[in-house]
């Protein structure tokens, strides 16, 4: 037989997917693969159920509804200042997860340079691999995660087709300032790179902080990609709704991609998605404040058990230290170790690395979008365990 792509052959399973078989093995608390316990809102949900029983269920058009693509052509408007062309600029994934394949896929040339930030989202690497992309990594340090400019500076060249990067950042919690994004924005301008931004988490940011878009920087309007998903903003993860706003130069390779991806995404999750981003102010500010809450309850109570607790600006997560517990061994051993010993789940950080091997071995990522009665039931474990 002859071989299959070696790229993609040498990938483990996703860490998610392992971590979660691991606490359905063991009965564990499941705080390691980010989806929330919240069913989301209502009148989302309903509108995707009606549509499915009265509406057209066949293909929709290639580049997603049109309610779709003017929602969020609408809630970009409201939410960054940004004026999109709705008919030109907006294409329906089926997840971020697919947008950003659809970008990397189409933007990338085989030798051209990526810009990436460790640590980083599991998709992004391999698919810059795939599409024949020579990553260059930059690192960002616990705990406060700045952005180390020089070395910024130091992976861009004329040769650097685009950077890639997350905010809020999965897996460590940071949102980037204006000032952070500025400096990506010069990096960006001086070389004549692209920006592809995962914003999947723009409405999930603590403590007044705001989110902004790259693209809405000067001179990065028409050399960003913008990724959002309805899964993150309507705490849907299993609906695999994306969008990409890209100038129409831009977004023409990216939907050819997507058109021999998946062509199109299940129009009634794509309508339900619409009546999402078209929700009053309340809704995204709710969303916000009652998950900064679960923060603070999760934190609260792993600090006192002894994790060293890490900042955590926006998205689900936060990040710990398992150091002061005095426990002997990698990132991965401490989280197999509480979903066995002590029947709570969480993820390796070093899973965010290119090489888990060179990557800090001390941080595990918590999850904690869930029911109060869960989190509680996590750190009374953990609690136990550790006294
Ligand atoms: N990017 C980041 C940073 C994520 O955490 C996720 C999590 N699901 C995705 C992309 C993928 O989003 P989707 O489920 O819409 O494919
Ligand atoms: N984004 C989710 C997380 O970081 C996982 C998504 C997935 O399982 N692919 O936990």
Redesign the pocket.
């Known amino acids: 037989m002859k071989a299959a792509n070696a790229t993609i052959s040498s990938l483990g399973t996703t860490v998610f997917e392992v971590m979660s078989a691991l606490a359905r093995e063991h009965q564990s608390v499941n705080l390691g693969q ?1 989806f929330p316990d919240d069913k989301g809102p209502e009148e989302v949900r309903r509108a995707a159920a009606d549509y499915l029983l009265d509406g057209h269920n066949q293909y929709p058009p290639m580049m997603g509804l049109p309610e779709l693509r003017q929602a969020v052509a609408e809630h970009a408007r409201r939410f960054q200042g940004l004026e999109i062309d709705w008919q030109t600029e907006v294409l329906v994934t089926s ?6 394949s659809d970008c990397l896929f189409g933007l990338i040339e085989p030798g051209d340079e990526v810009v990436l930030i460790e640590p980083l ?1 599991d ?1 992004y690497l391999p698919i810059v691999r795939r599409a024949g992309g020579v990553p260059r990594l930059v690192r960002l340090q616990p705990p406060d995660w700045r952005l180390p400019r020089e070395e910024l500076a130091a992976a861009f060249s004329d040769r650097t087709k685009l950077i890639l990067f ?1 905010t809020p ?2 897996p460590c919690s940071k949102v980037f300032d204006r000032e952070e994004l500025g400096v990506i924005a010069d990096l960006c301008l001086k070389h004549g790179a692209y920006a592809v931004c ?1 914003e ?2 723009e409405h999930i940011v603590f403590d007044g902080l705001q989110h902004l878009s790259i693209m809405a920087l000067p001179g990065m309007r028409d050399r960003t990609a913008r ?1 959002g ?4 903003s309507f705490s849907l ?1 299993g609906w ?3 969008y990409v706003t890209a100038a129409p130069g831009m977004l023409k390779p990216i939907a050819k991609t997507h058109q021999f991806v998946t062509f199109t995404t299940p129009p009634n999750l794509q309508w339900g998605a619409a009546t999402g981003l078209r929700l009053e102010a309340e809704y995204f500010e709710t969303l916000s404040s009652d998950l900064r809450r679960k923060r603070d309850r999760l934190a609260n109570g792993l600090t006192k058990i002894g994790f060293d607790v890490l900042p955590s600006q926006g ?1 689900y997560f936060v990040t710990t230290d398992f150091r002061p517990l005095g426990f002997n061994g990698t990132d991965e051993d401490f989280c197999r170790h509480i979903t066995i010993k002590a029947g709570v789940t969480a993820v390796p950080v070093s899973a965010f690395y290119d090489d888990p091997v060179r990557a800090p071995r001390q941080f595990i990522r918590f999850c904690f979008c869930k029911n109060d009665s869960t989190l509680d039931t996590a750190i009374e474990r953990l609690n136990i365990h550790f006294k």
């Open positions: 980010g997840g971020a997860t697919e947008a950003l989202y998709s997350n950042m999965n995962d999947v988490y990724i998903s309805a899964g993150k993860t695999k709704v994306g998205t």
